[in-house]
């Protein structure tokens, strides 16, 4: 495989939404998440109310990467390799003794089915993305709870939590202001999203008058798709993509077959009958990449037309559509940001009053390297024994170099390169740190003491 990744040189160039075109004030929307989950279970499944308080430091408990052990109520932080580097029960830290106790120096029972991205399991879950995040600090907080009062050794509440999700997050729930998240977002979109900047819509214009055709494969439903490309991109977001598919249910969009999974045509944002095929651009429903890809080389008469898709999700975004459909991968990492703790360069130079929100934010984010929970990248191997302790990419960090092309912090990151501008990619044969852009993750550098330990 070539050693570099260039957008020219893609035919097509497909976007994530959530995250991804459009970004969100983290810290806002990580709080209504969990309130919005939290006010369920005290509600309608009878939980302490005391899950409604937070404490302003506590979203640092959410990073990206962990696994919750449902059964256990732990939650795990895994090495490359399958094995626990950190663990809590519920909020608290686990020793290294008890992590060694209780895990040992071996791969977690379950890396087996979780390294290989499968996601539906009553064993364990996967944090990979910010929707889900507040969602761990909140089962963390019911382990506490249910520990206080019952003390309990398994753990049976998952049940509720998904209820909860599906309560606040179903398809019906926007157009009927159900649960708190939708009616809260659609009240004061300018609390929650932040407006695409300029340079990002010049990017998109300037791909789509190279010739790309542009796709946007969300599995937001298009009521929720239109409010935020409204906002974020403006009433005429519609004219910057070829192909708008909303509900597309990733990873499943991915894996699943044109039998399984047919694309639909919408009317008034519902669903109608499904289609034998995929003829001509438009804006449709739920659909598969099998039939999107028979579409795309119709448009660009190439019998192997090269795709981009661009995500911040490892699970939904990133290695369904690199492992199933082989397309290129950019993975959006904001965690990059945060690892350097700086503000781009451009957006220091200019002079308050001009920065946008964007900028403003980026500081502020509370989980962008957790204080419990270290490094997204890289973390301390306690020796055995009285072994030095070594130390050892984490599993999510793995999983980047493996199956993204490139990662980068936004959009915004790369969107005044010129198009042919050419990008290291990951590959087996480079370095750990190729494939990021503007540059690697600080914890990956040698002979830096940035790992956080506690």
Known sequence: MQQHFSLAECDVVGFDLDHTLCR???????????DSFAHYLVTEKGYDEDLLTLAPDSLDFCCKGLVLDIEEGNFLKLAEDGTVLRASHGTKSMTIEEVLEIYGRKEWKHFNTVSGMVSRTAKYYLYDNYFDLPGALLCARVVDSLDQHDGQKKYDFWKDMVAAIQHNYKISAFKEDCGMYFPEVKNHPDKYLQRCPESVKKWLKQLKNAGKILLLITSSHSDYCRLLCEHVLGNDFEEYFDILITNALKPGFFSHTPNQRPFRTLENDEEQEALLSLEKPGWYSQGNAIQLYDLLKK????LDPKVVYFGDSMHSDIFPAHHYSNWETVFILEELLGDKGIVPAKA??????????????QLKVPYFVSKQWGSFFMDRLPGLENAEETLVHTWSCKCISTYSTIAIPSLEAIADLPLDYRFTRFSSNSSATAGYYPSPPRALLPNEDSVTTK
């Not at 969100?24 to 998440?33: D, G, M, N, W």
């Not at 448009?299 to 190439?302: A, E, N, R, Y």
């Not at 130079?349 to 934010?361: C, N």
């Open 24 to 34: 969100y004030h983290l810290p806002q929307s990580a709080r209504l998440i969990y």
């Open 299 to 302: 448009m660009t008469g190439k």
């Open 348 to 361: 220091e130079s200019e002079p308050l009053e001009k920065k946008g929100k964007y900028e403003g934010d």
